[in-house]
T-cell receptor, first 114, second 113 residues
Framework: DTAVSQTPKYLVTQMGNDKSIKCEQNLGHDTMYWYKQDSKKFLKIMFSYNNKELIINETVPNRFSPKSPDKAHLNLHINSLELGDSAVYFC?????????????FGEGSRLTVL | GENVEQHPSTLSVQEGDSAVIKCTYSDSASNYFPWYKQELGKRPQLIIDIRSNVGEKKDQRIAVTLNKTAKHFSLHITETQPEDSAVYFCAASKGSGNTPLVFGKGTRLSVIA
């Protein structure tokens, strides 16, 4: 029974296209995140939502738009994809927004922009 | 904001030897320091964490030490095994308000059999 699941696992697309990644957690957590992991493996936070409310937006281009329809779901839509968007995108959740509890990551979505 | 530096970026050890990964943080208000392990092609997973009221914590072959004065914490893995090969990330958080974890850049550990 997967705790944090995200789809799709792989995305290959052309520059300029728009794509979405979906994430769901069944842990009953209040807080969800999107992290970007580049080719050098650096894990950088993009967004955080607490109870459907955006609480962290880390200087991400506005081509990236997260949406949280309820506290169990956090989706990421990316417009006008660029080569530099190629990365693995991880969704994660935690019980609270204080950053002091375990982060549960999804399996990642590998985006390749050609 | 918080800045976490992690060294080394790569580390190779012989099976059975110990491995040490070091991190420094910049914000003296940080009080929570977890370590995550990411095996190849997998998701990061928490392996151990330490809070600022504790100087050392052990869990079987892994231990973490914290020096608040120096703003420095380390991961120690003893009797390394091939399955310890992975990328390890340290992180730090202030633990107040809407505070994200800030990760170090990771250490790729290779355990050579």
């Amino acid at each position: 029974d997967t705790a944090v699941s995200q789809t799709p696992k792989y995305l290959v697309t052309q520059m300029g296209n728009d794509k979405s990644i979906k994430c769901e957690q069944n842990l009953g957590h209040d807080t969800m995140y999107w992290y970007k992991q580049d080719s050098k493996k650096f894990l950088k936070i993009m967004f955080s939502y607490n109870n459907k409310e955006l609480i962290i937006n880390e200087t991400v281009p506005n081509r990236f738009s997260p949406k949280s329809p309820d506290k169990a779901h956090l989706n990421l839509h990316i417009n006008s994809l660029e080569l530099g968007d190629s990365a693995v995108y991880f969704c994660a959740s935690s019980q609270t927004n204080r950053g002091t509890g375990e982060l549960f990551f999804g399996e990642g979505s590998r985006l390749t922009v050609l | 904001g918080e800045n976490v530096e992690q060294h080394p970026s790569t580390l190779s050890v012989q099976e059975g030897d110990s491995a040490v990964i070091k991190c420094t943080y910049s914000d003296s208000a940080s009080n929570y320091f977890p370590w995550y392990k990411q095996e190849l092609g997998k998701r990061p997973q928490l392996i151990i964490d330490i809070r600022s009221n504790v100087g050392e914590k052990k869990d079987q072959r892994i231990a973490v030490t914290l020096n608040k004065t120096a703003k420095h914490f380390s991961l120690h893995i003893t009797e390394t095994q091939p399955e310890d090969s992975a990328v390890y990330f340290c992180a730090a958080s202030k633990g107040s308000g809407n505070t994200p974890l800030v990760f170090g850049k990771g250490t790729r550990l290779s355990v050579i059999a």
